[in-house]
């Protein structure tokens, strides 16, 4: 993964996760897997449970512990209306930036 790409995750990857979860809730293994699904294949697993406690912290996530049949309970997260406004929040702000982007792009060209 490239030094921008790695910079640019670092500010959007929260809003990225709190999107997954609006579909449905989560544990952390499959927000893992989700991501590489979507062609974010470098961001390692780490990354996420990191990032999972600071949504949890931030009160923007229920969590609930799942058992598993393949070892000790799974963290379930859900995204709730705290994390919703977060959300909205995040994509008015993405919307913002990727427009005014979009124009220098447009007059560079």
């Known amino acids: ?37 979507r062609g974010f294949a470098d961001i390692a697993e780490g990354t996420v449970y990191a990032l999972l406690v600071r ?23 859900t995204l709730n209306a705290s994390g919703t406004a977060e959300l909205n929040e995040f994509w008015m702000t993405w919307s913002f930036i990727s427009d005014r982007i979009a124009e220098l792009r447009t007059k560079g060209e």
């Open 1 to 37: 993964m490239g030094r921008q790409m790695t910079e640019m995750l670092k500010g959007t990857l929260e809003g990225i996760v709190l999107a997954l979860l609006v579909d449905r809730p989560a544990y952390g293994y499959e927000i893992t897997a989700q991501l590489r699904d």
């Open 55 to 77: 949504i949890e912290q931030k009160g923007f996530v229920d969590v609930a512990k799942v058992p598993s049949e393949k070892g000790p309970p799974r963290k379930v997260y």
